[in-house]
């Protein structure tokens, strides 16, 4: 039995159509699930996170890259337990160009200014 892991879930995509959803349990370094998918879609992912409790893995925090899906997922099966945003995906959307949200986490990351009360962008 695993009770309060700390669940890293993330897709490795394979071009535009296929992925593997990955649920990685990041204390014991073992991966508890995975799941060969077209999309990061919630229904799916409530399903696998269900059935990781059906089979006693408990999830005390998620990590994820914050996509819809995911986000969608979490709230419905463990809607009281933290969910973060990996610094890795958020890194990323900080490079994304002409994006509004992205010149906020520059700022916030490369700048050092930390003040997120700033939704002006």
């Known amino acids: 039995m695993n009770f ?3 669940l890293v879930l ?6 535009r159509q296929h992925c593997f ?3 990685w349990d990041a204390d014991l370094k073992h991966t508890q699930w995975w ?3 077209t ?3 919630s229904d799916e992912i409530i399903q696998d996170l269900i059935n990781l409790k059906k089979a006693n893995v408990i999830c005390s925090s998620i990590t994820s890259d914050g996509g819809g899906g995911i986000r969608k997922a979490v709230e419905m099966v463990y809607p009281n337990i933290p969910h973060q945003r990996c ?3 958020v890194q990323r959307l900080g490079l994304v160009p002409g994006c509004k949200s992205s010149r906020h986490i520059r700022i916030v990351l490369y700048e050092g200014e930390f003040d997120l009360t700033d939704t002006k962008g």
């Not at 993330?10 to 071009?15: E, K, L, V």
């Open 39 to 41: 999309s990061e879609n």
């Open 87 to 89: 610094i890795t995906h």
């Open 35 to 37: 799941r060969y998918a």
């Open 4 to 6: 309060g892991c700390h």
């Open 10 to 15: 993330d897709a490795t995509w394979f071009g």
């Open 21 to 23: 959803l990955i649920y």
